[in-house]
């Protein structure tokens, strides 16, 4: 595909401007391997990260089934990003996916697999419920500049807000209003667990450094109260309080210490960043410029979000 041509393949909408970032697309210089315990299904799971060609962005191979970690394979699940393609499920994409968009993995193909050959629903490891694991692995590896078939680099395209847009479901909303760099604001309200409560996580100019420093670290957090209730329904089974921050209504954090005081606040940071790079094609930036302002969000809102971003919605 010409550089024009790809260009105009860009979805877009009149919400969206895309524009050159004066960087080119990057990829791993090596491979990561990884293996780890599963949230929901409480399997084991192994990911190998591949480096690849400018233009292909970012995709999963699960038995030789490649999904595209695009919005147009994302399915509304409870508590985690799932993508789904002829019947293959990848769910718990978030964090790694955050990880990959925030340290500029323009490219790469995930390699994924479980322990069952008949099982068609395979998850991403959790760790420690942080994007930490990830971001150490890709330091470790190193980025390079990725080129096509031909040789040829590519410039890296991100796409502008140009004008205010916003979801919401119930109480919750996103908007998003012209930035010529991007920040998040988000606020939760736990008003009736006295250890969370209100709080406001508002970033600087969120570049790389910032993301390691300040949201990569912040963990998965849960009300304890709950847990019983989402093991009936046949998630958390591989839950435990080492890769998650849990919190009682009555009895407050049940394993300190928080690395932030505000790190619920800050893990809702981390999981809008992987949620909103289902916006990326052929290797751009997927998150939008722009300061976003969000409000008691979720998984299924950062999602609409991306499609109104499409003009889908
Ligand atoms: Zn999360």
Redesign the pocket.
């Known amino acids: 595909m010409t550089m024009a041509a790809a260009f105009n393949a860009f979805k877009s909408s009149n919400l969206v401007s895309w524009k050159q970032t004066g960087r080119l697309q990057q990829t791993l210089a090596g491979c990561i391997e990884r293996a780890g315990k599963t949230l929901h299904s409480g399997e084991v799971s192994t990911i190998k990260i591949w480096p690849d060609l400018a233009g292909q962005g970012r995709y999963f191979d699960f038995r030789s089934n490649s999904i595209l970690a695009s919005i147009d394979f994302a399915e509304e699940s409870p508590l985690?990003t799932t993508l789904c393609k002829n019947g293959f499920r990848i769910r718990t994409i978030?964090?790694l996916l955050s990880a990959l968009e925030a340290t500029g993995v323009d490219n790469c193909r995930i390699e994924i697999q479980n322990s069952d050959p008949e099982d068609g629903n395979v998850e991403v490891p959790i760790f420690d419920?942080s994007a930490n694991e990830w971001v150490k692995a890709i330091k470790e590896v190193g980025l390079k500049v990725a080129t096509d078939h031909f040789g040829n680099s590519r410039e890296k395209m991100a796409p502008y807000v140009i004008e205010p847009v916003h979801v919401w479901r119930n109480d919750s909303f996103i908007a998003a209003f012209p930035s010529e760099k991007v920040h998040i604001t988000y606020g939760i309200n736990f008003s009736e667990v006295h250890g969370i409560g209100c709080q406001w996580f508002s970033s600087t100019s969120l570049d790389e450094y910032f993301y390691s420093e300040q949201i990569a670290s912040s963990r998965?957090f849960c009300i304890y109260e709950e847990v019983e209730q989402m093991r009936n329904a046949g998630l958390i089974k591989g839950g435990s309080l080492e890769n998650a921050i849990v919190c009682s209504f009555d009895k407050g954090w049940l394993n300190p210490p928080l690395r932030f005081p505000d790190e619920p606040c800050r893990?809702k940071v981390?999981?809008l960043i992987?949620d909103l790079s289902l916006f990326a094609q052929f290797g751009s930036q997927g998150l939008p410029m722009a300061h976003i302002v969000a409000y008691k969000g979720g998984h299924a809102l950062h999602a609409d979000f991306v499609r109104r971003l499409y003009g889908k919605i």
């Open positions: 985690c978030e964090h419920g998965t893990h981390l999981d992987g």
